[in-house]
């Protein structure tokens, strides 16, 4: 029996610092909610807007807008505990956001942060995201930092993630306070992802899916979205996630901020 034929491919820089995270993730007490969101109206205000505008908002960036004015009007959503047990309320939310692009034959995952996107119209953030997909990995604060970062060994690596996780001001800049990720798994399916969230909160984009619903007496087919939102329970109880909830759907279903800029 011959010897098996296999190629070695060395791990993505970005990987590592994923890694990195998911071993302190692992330590969070996180409750997930699983919920289905109708975009049939903001699916229609998307396309109109493209329409104008001669180019769509980008659907990531809408979900970031309505995620950023949601957590603004409860702050405790996105805050983080001090090394003295303390909560820290930030004013500006600020997203953290892989965004995946293809250079050449191999898709990079870009991270960026949006910062105080709860003060940005939905149309700076698309901006914003469109500028990085235009960029290299090199090009990036988050792709020099990563050149020097593999080389430092895991267990400092490590460290590193536990101290700064109770240094609040540290870990909102380099990781935001909210985390909006997309599992872009299911293709035009249902489905949901459950991740294992570093963030106080973590709402991941699933699937879309098209469904008949009643709707005002009427059987129609609907968009529906596939939301899977995440929360530290140690930080957020279940009342003020179940409003969150309840609240961020609401701006989804009615196409907050998509109106096109006159």
């Known amino acids: 029996m011959g010897k098996p034929s ?35 109206e903001a699916r229609n205000k998307l396309r109109v ?9 980008s659907f990531t960036g809408f979900i970031v807008y309505c995620c950023a004015r949601a957590v603004d009007e409860d702050k405790h959503l996105h805050a983080y505990l001090d090394w003295r047990g303390r909560l820290i309320l930030f004013d ?16 990079v995952v870009l991270q960026t942060v949006i910062r105080s ?11 914003e995201i469109r500028a990085l997909q235009t ?10 930092w990563l050149r020097w970062y593999v080389l430092v060994p895991a267990f400092i690596r490590r460290l590193f993630f536990r101290v700064a996780a109770r240094v609040p001001t540290l870990l909102k800049s380099f990781n ?7 599992v872009g798994m299911f293709g035009t399916r249902a489905g949901w992802g459950v991740p294992l969230p570093g ?4 709402v991941t984009v699933g699937g879309m899916e098209s469904k008949p619903i009643l709707k005002n007496g009427d059987l129609q087919n609907r968009e529906h979205l596939c939301l899977t939102v995440s929360f530290d ?24 901020g998509i109106d096109a800029p006159s």
């Open 49 to 57: 807007a493209g329409d104008k505008m001669g180019e769509p908002p």
């Open 199 to 202: 963030h106080t909160l973590c």
């Open 135 to 144: 960029k290299e990995l090199g090009e990036t604060s988050w792709g020099r």
């Open 92 to 107: 500006d939310v600020d997203i953290s956001l892989p965004v995946e692009r293809r250079q050449g034959a191999k898709s």
């Open 233 to 256: 329970h140690d930080i957020v109880d279940g009342a003020p996630a179940a409003r969150f909830v309840q609240r961020l759907a609401t701006l989804i279903e009615e196409g907050a």
């Open 176 to 182: 935001g306070t909210v985390l909006v990720t997309a």
């Open 117 to 127: 996107a709860n003060r940005k119209s939905l149309w700076e953030i698309h901006h």
């Open 6 to 40: 296999y190629t070695v491919e060395p791990p993505h820089p970005f990987r590592q610092l994923v890694a990195d995270g998911m071993s302190l993730a692992a330590r969070k007490h996180s409750i997930h909610g699983l919920v289905e969101v109708d975009i049939t």
